[in-house]
T-cell receptor, first 115, second 110 residues
Framework: NAGVMQNPRHLVRRRGQEARLRCSPMKGHSHVYWYRQLPEEGLKFMVY????????ESGMPKERFSAEFPKEGPSILRIQQVVRGDSAAYFC?????????????FGEGSRLTVL | GQQLNQSPQSMFIQEGEDVSMNCTSS?????WLWYKQDPGEGPVLLIALYKAGELTSNGRLTAQFGITRKDSFLNISASIPSDVGIYFC??????????FGTGTSLTVIP
């Protein structure tokens, strides 16, 4: 059973360009979460999605950032008009639905560098 | 969003020593999770706890789900150099939302 797959692992963009980060959850997982991590810091929640629905986007900036999890294909985190402050590691995690309990499995992350 | 209180923030120990770290929350959780993150990698799930009072082991690691459902601890026995990394706790609430601790950085001195 393949784990959570993220690509690209590393992405370099110039200011003003767009960054698209992709995440394929583990097989059978319909819940996807995106987190952002700065060096030497913890995981900051951005958005929680189920297939075709955004459940909670309270951690995601209202401008320039968007996320989707279509019926077919991977989840996408999109950052438009990137700025230097967007440089970070972005982690995707997936979870199976198990009633009121859950586990969360992470991908290897996508490291965005904005020049 | 909510962040759990995790302590200590960092630890420097001699190889062979035991390690203990804990996490507390103002909210109750249905699941407590412990992760280890190596530099440049994603967090890896070490232990998952589902019931208040539950004590679970994974090799040299032991974790407990607090009776109040607001805390959890992780113990590592007989530490080895490869235990070095950052350890995160996480709690899952009834809304399937996960909240993370601030991390404990562990350094093992050979």
């Amino acid at each position: 059973n393949a784990g959570v797959m993220q690509n690209p692992r590393h992405l370099v963009r110039r200011r003003g360009q767009e960054a698209r980060l992709r995440c394929s959850p583990m097989k059978g997982h319909s819940h996807v979460y995106w987190y952002r991590q700065l060096p030497e810091e913890g995981l900051k929640f951005m958005v929680y999605l189920q297939k075709e629905n955004i459940i909670d986007e309270s951690g995601m900036p209202k401008e320039r950032f968007s996320a989707e999890f279509p019926k077919e294909g991977p989840s996408i985190l999109r950052i438009q008009q990137v700025v230097r402050g967007d440089s970070a590691a972005y982690f995707c995690a997936s979870s199976p639905r198990r009633g009121n309990t859950g586990e969360l499995f992470f991908g290897e992350g996508s490291r965005l560098t904005v020049l | 969003g909510q962040q759990l209180n995790q302590s200590p923030q960092s630890m420097f120990i001699q190889e062979g020593e035991d390690v203990s770290m804990n996490c507390t929350s103002s909210s109750i959780f249905n699941t407590w999770l412990w992760y280890k993150q190596d530099p440049g990698e994603g967090p890896v799930l070490l232990i998952a706890l589902y019931k208040a009072g539950e004590l679970t082991s994974n090799g040299r690691l032991t974790a407990q789900f607090g009776i109040t459902r607001k805390d959890s601890f992780l113990n590592i026995s007989a530490s080895i150099p490869s235990d070095v990394g950052i350890y995160f706790c996480a709690g899952c609430d009834t809304g399937n939302q996960f909240y993370f601790g601030t991390g404990t950085s562990l350094t093992v001195i050979p």
